[in-house]
């Protein structure tokens, strides 16, 4: 590494810090070429390198005065897994001796403690003992000299700055907001993090030492808040709420079940008040009404919602009739100190413990939908696993969404109806694990594959090959980025399946007109290269083991399996070819096999490209088809009895396992 600058007693002016764009690459070249030795400049291909490269940072420094900023000063980080790497520091020749530089030091260190590093390290001459000591007063120490390091007897010195504990607990709390700064003027001395920057920045997926807690106005879907949550989760960073939690809030028939865990303390609290309505606030797990100071931190640990009332109505039990998220601004209007109070002692405690569920004692519960266009499974399929599940040992059942208050009369759910978090499918599975069920699919893998932006980073953080994609916001869409990305490329709303919501352009101008129409439904879009192939592969996993491997070709005259454009020529579909799971090429498996476990251990159905010997992962469905003649080709009866023999095993298991509720 290589700082220019000197530490000066002077207070920094107006400063503005910013990621380094692709135009500012003439003065970084400036900016090297006037601060360093020749031998040790970055040359412009380098720089140009650091400024798009997704394992680098350039920060840039500015002096912002009457409006106008201008660049001063630079640093050039290598983002490591666990070490930020300062690779080069400078400040324009006439701005130095200023506090610029420890400024911008400043600034390096603050990004590498917000973003879960463990150590920032840096390389100085070794005869520049002025510098080295100055860093020594940032709490940077010498670790070991570097022989020949810029040349032939020009030996430099390796200094390494620890952070971890740092910030005191191993998990640092990030809160999140819509508005920072309106934010901190309601809870002064608490940082808060902007939601746009949180989901913009990749770098929060380097560390999963963190606890999200997700402060933002909204939780509906498609919100910031509600992408927050999901990209939490999908970078293995704790996060309240989850969005499951955002469901379980909303959907009546979870909430009471989840209300069901503490009958007995709701009781007793209850028994002697005459009202027939009660309304309780919840703030981060404490209320304003001592009365109920012990219930409400019960409510938060079932609910995890950060602020919520929840109204409660009597009838031959206690019934929830509401839960109403509340806004940060609602608390501070309504109980400020009570706010910041809560805040600061959420940031510092242990998190909470998961809370026991109880279990039922074999009746199988299949959900069907008649009238469904495309069903994951046929009628004839549906027969076959009837059969094969009464063949193990099952009463079967089929069920409606009408049938869904009849949930805790089975011992499992098998759900054979297009799932999505916005229906009943979903709210069905969530119900059922709540009265113990066994169910697939679970409401977990529900929720992970039904997203595609949380599918992006969860694959994209695991290291597993898939085209490569772009998470695109509104305020990131300037024609600039737009013309910067390939053409064509496709567009997929997050929440999609078979094929819809799943958009081609070939223009820039069709990816503009096109993201103009999707962001009236949508906050996030995911943006994926265009690979071409004659078919897909799509490999039917359970347990984690592989079950069926069929190929689907693309359906005539058009790019995708599912042809949904209407007046297009040829059919809906493509054919298919079903072959045996050793018929597949390796490398196809090893990927599916690692795409579905980042999901879980269900049933799941793992669609990829090959090209050139390289296999690309497209996708994971839950609730993969099923159909007669098609993914039963090659197994028959065998493939439905596999299936129900591994419910059967999970009821036996689960018989013999506590179950949480998370």
């Excluded at 909204?218 to 704790?238: E, M, P, Q």
């Excluded at 359970?542 to 359906?555: E, H, S, V």
């Amino acid at each position: 590494m290589r700082p220019v600058f000197e530490r000066s007693t002077l207070v920094p002016e107006n400063l503005v810090f910013r990621e380094a764009l692709p135009e500012d690459l003439p003065f970084l070249l400036t900016l090297e070429q006037t601060s360093f030795p020749q031998r040790r400049q970055s040359s412009r291909h380098s720089l140009r390198r650091s400024i798009t490269s997704s394992s680098q940072l350039v920060v840039i420094v500015e002096s912002k005065a009457q409006k106008k900023c201008t660049p001063i000063g630079a640093a050039v980080l290598f983002l490591f897994k666990q070490t930020l790497r300062i690779y080069s520091f400078a400040v324009l020749e006439d701005r130095r001796k200023s506090g610029i530089g420890s400024a911008l030091l400043n600034r390096v260190l603050d990004f590498a403690c917000s973003h879960g590093y463990e150590r920032i390290s840096l390389e100085v001459d070794a005869t520049n003992v002025r510098l080295a000591a100055w860093y020594q007063r940032f709490g940077f120490e010498s670790s070991h000299p570097l022989k020949d390091y810029y040349g032939t007897g020009e030996h430099a010195l390796r200094m390494v700055l620890l952070l971890s504990g740092k910030n005191g607990d191993t998990e640092r709390v990030v809160l999140v907001v819509d508005e920072p700064n309106v934010a901190g003027k309601i809870a002064p001395g608490i940082k808060f993090v902007a939601a746009t920057e949180y989901l913009s920045d990749t770098h929060y997926a380097n560390s999963n030492s963190f606890h999200v807690l997700n402060l933002c106005n909204s939780y509906k879907t498609h919100s910031l808040g509600y992408y927050v949550s999901l990209l939490a989760s999908a970078r293995n960073h704790r996060v309240t709420p989850s969005v499951m939690a955002m469901k379980d809030a909303s959907t009546p028939l979870v909430a009471q079940s989840l209300l069901d865990e503490i009958r007995e303390d709701m009781q007793s609290r209850f028994s002697s008040t005459p009202d027939s309505h009660i309304q309780l606030t919840c703030i981060l797990g404490m209320t304003p009404d001592s009365r109920y100071k012990r219930l409400v931190k019960k409510l938060f640990l079932l609910f995890s919602i950060p602020f919520f009332t929840i109204t409660l109505e009597k009838h031959t039990t206690w019934k929830v009739k509401k839960i109403k998220p509340l806004k940060i601004k609602q608390v501070a209007a309504s109980h400020p100190k009570l706010l910041q109070t809560a805040l600061h002692q959420y940031c510092a405690k242990k998190r909470y413990n998961r809370q026991r569920l109880k279990r039922y004692e074999y009746d199988l519960a299949i959900l069907v939908n008649s009238e469904e266009p495309t069903p994951p499974s046929c009628p004839v399929a549906l027969d076959k696993f009837r059969k094969a599940a009464e063949k193990i040992g099952f009463f079967v059942e089929f069920i409606t969404r009408a049938d869904r208050h009849r949930i805790c009369e089975f011992d499992a759910l098998f759900i054979r109806e297009t799932t999505a978090m916005d229906n009943h499918t979903y709210a069905m599975a969530r119900h059922a694990y709540t009265e113990g069920l066994v169910v697939v699919d679970d409401p977990w893998s529900i929720m992970l594959c039904s997203n595609k932006v949380y599918l992006h980073e969860k694959l994209t953080g695991a290291g597993i090959c898939q085209p490569k994609g772009w998470l695109l916001t509104h305020p990131l869409c300037t024609p600039s980025y737009l013309r910067s990305l390939p053409i064509p490329l496709v567009l997929k709303l997050p929440e999609s399946s078979f094929s819809l919501g799943v958009f081609r352009v070939d223009s820039h101008e069709e990816l503009e007109q096109k993201l103009r129409q999707m962001f009236t439904k949508t906050e996030l879009v995911i943006a994926q290269e265009f690979l071409t192939s004659d078919y897909d592969w799509r490999i039917g996993l359970l347990d984690n083991t592989p079950l069926f491997a069929c190929k689907y070709y693309m359906a005539d005259n058009h790019w995708q399996i599912y042809n949904w454009q209407p007046g297009e020529s040829g059919e809906f579909s493509g054919r298919h070819e079903t072959l045996s799971v050793n018929q597949v090429p390796a490398h196809v498996l090893k990927a599916a096999a690692n795409a579905s476990s980042l999901i879980g251990n269900g049933f799941y159905g793992v669609d990829i490209k090959e090209i050139n010997g390289k296999a690309y992962v497209i996708e994971v469905n839950d609730n993969p088809n099923v159909d007669d003649g098609v993914e039963d080709m090659f197994l028959g009866d065998e493939l439905y009895e596999r299936i129900m023999r591994s419910l059967y095993n999970r009821i036996e298991t689960e018989r013999h396992q506590i179950r949480y509720l998370y």
